[in-house]
C-alpha cells in the first residue's frame, strides 16, 4: 500500500471532479491524502506538509486553473524538492484537458517528467491503469504538448502586441491566467510609476547600461521589464529575454550545463549559429567561455546593440556557482569601460529580483547589483488605486474604492485581483470585503500559500508573529526576507505587515493575542 498525494485546484471544473474520481478509485488499494479529507479545526498548514512529505507518489492535476494557483504550485515545488533530495514522492503530472506548456517555475519542474492525459470524464479509467502502471515502477506515456506555445526564453516581447480587453462577465474564471505572470507590454490595466521612466531611459540610451529592477514578489517587476524590452525593440535594438525559473534542475545543478545552456538561450533567441562546443574547447573557465561567447559571436555578430533581461535572478543566489555568475556580469559591465574591447559599449543588462543580494554576494566587487542603475518598485498610491478601479469600469463606488485601499493599500496583484473579481461579476462587493481573510475567500489561494511557506521556515513565522505583536523585527536578517516575501513594509522605525489583510489573516493563523 502507497501513500498517494493529490494535488489540484479546489473548486474548480472539471478538476475538483478528477481529483475526487482518483481519490475514489486509489483509496481501495493505497493510502490517498485528498484536502477535503481533513477535519473541521485540523491545523492544515501541518498536514498538508506532513503529507507530501511522507507521500510516495504526487499526483499533480495541471490545468489553466491549477498552473496559476500560488499554492498548488507551492505544493508542486515542495514535492520537487523532497524528490531531489530523496527519491520520494515520484511525481505523477496528469494534464487536465491542458495542452499548453508549462509556465515557470513548473517548466522547470515538471517538463522533463513524462505525464498523463485526461480530456474527459471517458478518459477516467485509461487515466487509472496509466497511474496504477506508473505506481508499479513503469512511466506515465507523455508527448509534446499540442498547440504548445514557445518558451518564454526564446522569445522577445512583441511591442505591437494587441491590447488587453476590459475583463467580462462572461470569463470569470479565466481570471487567473489574466491576472498571473507579466503583462501585456500594452495591457490597458498597467499603471505606470516612476520606475516606468528611468527604465525606459536606461534601455534606450545609445551606450550600454546596468539596470536593477528590485521589489517585493507581486509588483510588477517582470511587467516592467517586458515594457522595457519593447521600449528597446522601438529603439531599434535587439533584445533577448532569459527567466531563471525556466531552469531545471539538472542545469541549476552543473555549472558547466548551466553556462553551456546560458550561452545557447541567447543564441537561439538571437538566431545566431549555436558555436557553444567550439568555445568550450577552449583552456579556461565556464565563466570565461561564456564571457568570451558574448564578446566574440553574439556582440560581434549583431548589428545592433543588445538588451538582455535577466528575470528571477535571485534563484541563483544560493546555487554554488551563483557567485561565478554574478562576478561574470559585473565583468561585463566593468568592460564597457575598457577601450580594447568596445563592443561591449553595445551590451545593456537589466536584472529583476525580489532578493537582497547582499545577503548572499559578500564580495562587493563581485556584484553586478552595486553599479549602474537601481530601481525599486512599491505599491500603488490611492490615486493609483483610483485609476485603475477607473480602467475597470468603476465598479466600486469612491467610499468602496476607499475602504479597498484600507484594506489592500497598495498590493498591485491584490488590487487587480479585487477589481476583476468585481467587475466580471464574479463576486458582489459586500462579499468581497466580508470574505477578504477567509481561506476560501476571494484571496484565499494566495494567503494559503503564504502561510503554507512560512510554516517550512520558523525563523520568518517567529518574526512576522513579533511584527504583528510588537510592530519590530530586530533581526534584520529576518526583516528583508519577510520584505522580499511581500508580507511586511518598514514605515519610520515601526516594521508593519504590508496591509490589513495580512495583519487579519496572520494574526488570526499564528495565535497572536
Not at 197 to 216: E, L, N, P, Y
Not at 275 to 300: A, F, I, N
Not at 367 to 394: K, W
Request: hydrophobic residues 40%; neutral net charge; charged residues 20%.
Amino acid at each position: 500500500m502507497a501513500r498517494v498525494f493529490i494535488s489540484y485546484k479546489r473548486d474548480v471544473t472539471p478538476d475538483q471532479d478528477v481529483a475526487n474520481a482518483l481519490y475514489k478509485a486509489l483509496k481501495v488499494s493505497h493510502e490517498v491524502f485528498i484536502d477535503t479529507s481533513m477535519l473541521v479545526g485540523e491545523k492544515w498548514v501541518e498536514r498538508i506538509d506532513a503529507e507530501i512529505r511522507q507521500a510516495d507518489f504526487f499526483i499533480s492535476l495541471l490545468s489553466p486553473f491549477s498552473v496559476n494557483s500560488e499554492m498548488a504550485r507551492t505544493e508542486i515545488e515542495l514535492a520537487h524538492q523532497l524528490q531531489a533530495q530523496r527519491g520520494h514522492p515520484v511525481l505523477l503530472p496528469v494534464r487536465v484537458a491542458y495542452h499548453e506548456r508549462l509556465p515557470p517555475p513548473l517548466s522547470g519542474y515538471l517538463s522533463p517528467i513524462n505525464w498523463a492525459l485526461w480530456e474527459g470524464p471517458e478518459d477516467t479509467p485509461r487515466l487509472l491503469e496509466q497511474l496504477a502502471k506508473a505506481m508499479s515502477g513503469g512511466a506515465l506515456p507523455g508527448s509534446a504538448p499540442r498547440a504548445a506555445s514557445p518558451p518564454r526564453a526564446s522569445a522577445a516581447p512583441e511591442p505591437a502586441a494587441a491590447l488587453l480587453q476590459p475583463p467580462l462577465p462572461s470569463a470569470p474564471l479565466e481570471l487567473d491566467e489574466t491576472l498571473e505572470g507579466a503583462m501585456d507590454t500594452q495591457s490597458s490595466f498597467y499603471v505606470v510609476r516612476d520606475a516606468d521612466a528611468a527604465v525606459m531611459r536606461a534601455v534606450s540610451q545609445k551606450q550600454g547600461s546596468t539596470v536593477t529592477i528590485k521589489g517585493a514578489r507581486q509588483m510588477g517587476k517582470s511587467s516592467l521589464l517586458m515594457r522595457g524590452l519593447a521600449a528597446a525593440l522601438e529603439a531599434g535594438k535587439r533584445v533577448a529575454y532569459l527567466s531563471f525559473q525556466e531552469f531545471d534542475t539538472a542545469t541549476l545543478s552543473n555549472p558547466e550545463l548551466f553556462f553551456q545552456r546560458f550561452c545557447i538561450a541567447l543564441g537561439d533567441q538571437l538566431e545566431l549559429e549555436n558555436q557553444v562546443e567550439t568555445y568550450w574547447q577552449k583552456p579556461m573557465g565556464s565563466s570565461q567561455r561564456c564571457g568570451l561567447y558574448m564578446s566574440g559571436h553574439v556582440l560581434r555578430g549583431l548589428n545592433a546593440p543588445l538588451v538582455l533581461g535577466l528575470d528571477e535572478v535571485e534563484t541563483l543566489f544560493e546555487i554554488p556557482f551563483g557567485t561565478d555568475f554574478f562576478g561574470m556580469l559585473r565583468s561585463w559591465h566593468n568592460n564597457r569601460a575598457l577601450p580594447t574591447t568596445p563592443v561591449w559599449k553595445k551590451l545593456s543588462i537589466v536584472l529583476v529580483t525580489s532578493t537582497e543580494p547582499f545577503l548572499f554576494i559578500k564580495n562587493l566587487m563581485q556584484s553586478p547589483f552595486n553599479v549602474g542603475q537601481t530601481v525599486e518598485l512599491g505599491d500603488f498610491a490611492s490615486e493609483q488605486v483610483a485609476e485603475l478601479n477607473q480602467r475597470h469600469g468603476s465598479p466600486l463606488a469612491p467610499p468602496q474604492e476607499q475602504e479597498l485601499f484600507a484594506l489592500l493599500g497598495g498590493h498591485p496583484y491584490l488590487i487587480r485581483k479585487a477589481l476583476y473579481l468585481v467587475a466580471s461579476g464574479s463576486m458582489r462587493v459586500a462579499d468581497l470585503f466580508s470574505q477578504a481573510a477567509e481561506d476560501r475567500g476571494p484571496f484565499g489561494d494566495h494567503l494559503r500559500h503564504l502561510l503554507f511557506r512560512l510554516g517550512g521556515q520558523p525563523q520568518l513565522k517567529a518574526g512576522l508573529r513579533e511584527v504583528l505583536q510588537r510592530n519590530a523585527c530586530p533581526d534584520e536578517g529576518v526583516f528583508i526576507r519577510l520584505r522580499s516575501a511581500g508580507l511586511v513594509r518598514q514605515e519610520g522605525s515601526s516594521v508593519l505587515p504590508r496591509c490589513e489583510l495580512y495583519r487579519r489573516y496572520f494574526r488570526e493563523r499564528l495565535s497572536v493575542g
